[in-house]
Nanobody, 124 residues
Framework: QVHLVESGGGLVQAGGSLRLSCAVSGRTFSTFAMGWFRQVPGKEREFVGAINYSGSETDYTDSVKGRFTVSRDNAKEMVWLQMNNLKPEDTAVYYC?????????????????WGQGTQVTVSS
């Protein structure tokens, strides 16, 4: 089993920054691709960004490219989502997820393990 715990969410003004953290334990972290998703009430969960098992590849949804960065430290078993120039439309619950994949998955179905989520609220 893999256990994921997100932290770092909160309230920030538009244009500000937040850094979300995801602590992972349970299996060999370095073999998992890691992703970040977000969800607002009444809408489906959407892909935000992901990183492959080694940290050499990343992918992002278009709306966050140039503003968000996913990174990882396999020795510390941690993943981060650095969010800059935040906009009110970034308000959501953010989830960290782990996938048994050598690629950079963009779809929920690829991820077998999920955290509980952390709320990010961006005020205008």
């Amino acid at each position: 089993q893999v256990h994921l715990v997100e932290s770092g969410g909160g309230l920030v003004q538009a244009g500000g920054s937040l850094r979300l953290s995801c602590a992972v334990s349970g299996r060999t972290f370095s073999t998992f691709a890691m992703g970040w998703f977000r969800q607002v009430p009444g809408k489906e969960r959407e892909f935000v960004g992901a990183i492959n098992y080694s940290g050499s590849e990343t992918d992002y949804t278009d709306s966050v490219k140039g503003r968000f960065t996913v990174s990882r430290d396999n020795a510390k078993e941690m993943v981060w989502l650095q969010m800059n120039n935040l906009k009110p439309e970034d308000t959501a619950v953010y989830y960290c997820a782990a996938a048994r994949s050598i690629y950079v998955p963009k779809y929920e179905i690829s991820y077998g393990f999920w955290g509980q989520g952390t709320q990010v609220t961006v005020s205008s």
